[in-house]
């Protein structure tokens, strides 16, 4: 891997990783700023932003820019989380000045005119509707907010209906001149590239740009609300269980995607195999660690029957309540690691993949954690690791939130309290 890290007006991050034998190159362009760090007013300025800046530049409309792209055969998107908002386009090696002008143009001088402005309001709105259509992503979402009672980190990276309608042009221009900005910027490439040309184009277009900030975050205080159910006369139940976890900095963050893996993460994972497999009460059931600057979360989510609903949330506890007090086999240890090497190392050869990594991780933590270092950190994971990890997460508050047929006072006994205490309390065992 030639792995190559500059700074540009010694401001500007740039890395780039050239893949021998790759017939694509992956431009990226990662800005530290996302839903976390708005306010009420400003809920969803990150998500509206990075739609608008696809509208064009003074030079350039957005149709314009699809067929450019669409003769190059090249792709282009653009995604907002709540630390982060990320842009790439992917291209054969001889369109690379080309697609750069555009996504470097749209990122340095983009038009955000407000004629575009009301039709992409209405494109996020629909796509709000839409979400708020889908039980699953309601009942994440709901488990978010209250897990994170009372902090941005709660809110959805969309914003809600009344802030996105709040939204104006001014308001979105101070967001790009405050944030999109060299010091705020990573700009990350892999494939078949050339640095010396790349160098210059990232100075071409970034050269005004100088300054910037970065959001001044604060961490979440420990209000967490336990208990959220939403009624929806469905077919089927979602649910999600959901701990406070390890932020991308806890040195426990590698046993915790270990247990990610055994609890949930894969098909052989022991909530698959226990609900799907053997009792067929779910279609679909798994867990999920997520790790945020300063905290994170640990998750296990299904969807199944309402009748099935009971018996799937007290299975699902009772799986990572297992795993802290018995712990987990060597068996299961190497599995786990085995399954995150190998999607590990398989992703290094999709040149995208490659440049979201490296562009992810110079943006987060101020330089390139290499697979190697990675694959090294979960290596040293061990059963005792994996056993305290379980057991901090299982004893600490959680978080329960249903949609479905339900009211909440069939949940009237959850409390959110010690997971083997809530069990015996509000469940039933099988």
Same mark, same amino acid.
Request: charged share 25%; glycine share 8%.
């Given at each position: ?15 780039? +990783? ?5 017939? %694509? ?13 708005? *306010? ?12 608008? &800046? ?15 792209? *669409? ?12 630390? $982060?908002?990320?842009?790439? @386009?992917? &291209? ?22 407000? $004629?575009?402005?009301?039709? /992409? ?15 699953? *992503? ?23 209906? /009344? $802030?996105? =309608? ?16 060299? %010091?705020?910027?990573? @700009? ?13 184009? @990232? ?59 055994? &609890? ?23 867990? *999920? ?41 060597? =068996? =299961? ?19 995208? %993949? ?24 979960? +290596?040293? &994971?061990? @059963? ?16 329960? %939130? ?10 009237? +006994?959850?409390?959110?309290? +010690? ?12």
């Amino acid at each position: 891997m030639a792995l190559k890290v500059d700074q540009v007006f010694n401001d500007l991050n740039l890395v780039t +990783d050239e893949m021998p034998g790759a017939r %694509s190159v992956a431009l990226g362009v990662f800005v530290g700023v996302g839903s976390r760090d708005e *306010d009420a007013k400003s809920s969803g300025a990150s998500h509206l932003l990075e739609h608008l &800046v696809f509208k064009g530049t003074a030079e350039l409309t957005a149709k314009q820019i699809a067929i450019s792209m *669409d003769l190059m055969g090249g792709e282009s998107n653009g995604f907002t989380s709540r630390e $982060s908002t990320y842009f790439y @386009v992917r &291209v054969l090696p001889e369109d690379l000045a080309e697609a750069a002008a555009i996504l470097f143009g749209m990122l340095s001088v983009p038009a955000l005119r407000e $004629s575009d402005l009301a039709s /992409e309001r209405q494109v996020v709105l629909d796509e709000i509707a839409m979400n708020m259509d889908n039980p699953h *992503d309601v009942c994440a979402q709901r488990c978010q907010e209250a897990l994170f009672y009372g902090h941005p980190l709660g809110n959805e990276v969309s914003g809600t209906v /009344e $802030s996105v =309608e709040a939204i104006d042009a001014e308001m979105l221009r101070d967001w790009f001149e405050s944030y999109y900005r060299r %010091s705020n910027i990573v @700009v990350a490439a892999a494939g078949a590239l050339n640095n010396e040309q790349l160098m210059s184009l @990232v100075e071409r277009w970034f050269g005004s740009r100088e300054g910037g900030r970065s959001p001044q975050r604060v961490p979440p205080l420990s209000n967490q609300v336990p208990l959220v159910v939403t009624r929806r006369d469905t077919e089927q139940a979602s649910m999600e269980i959901t701990f406070r976890g390890f932020s991308r900095h806890d040195k426990d963050r590698w046993s915790a995607e270990v247990l990610d893996q055994i &609890v949930g993460g894969s098909m052989s994972s022991r909530l698959f195999q226990e609900i799907r497999e053997k009792r067929g009460l779910a279609y679909s059931v798994w867990s *999920d660690a997520t790790r945020y600057d300063d905290t994170g979360s640990f998750s296990i989510s299904a969807g199944c029957a309402p009748g099935n609903l009971m018996e799937v949330l007290s299975l699902s506890g009772g799986i990572l309540a297992d795993v802290a007090a018995k712990g987990v086999t060597g =068996e =299961e240890i190497d599995l786990a690691k085995k399954h995150l090497r190998s999607g590990l190392l398989l992703s290094q050869e999709h040149s995208v %993949s490659r440049m979201a990594g490296i562009g992810s991780s110079l943006l987060h933590y101020g330089r390139v954690i290499e697979i190697d270092e990675i694959l090294s950190n979960v +290596d040293a &994971v061990t @059963v005792d690791d994996v056993t305290r990890v379980a057991s901090t997460l299982s004893s600490s508050p959680m978080t329960l %939130s249903v949609v479905g047929p339900f009211d909440e006072d069939a949940f009237a +006994d959850w409390s959110g309290g +010690d997971l083997y205490e809530a069990l015996s309390r509000a469940l039933p065992t099988t």
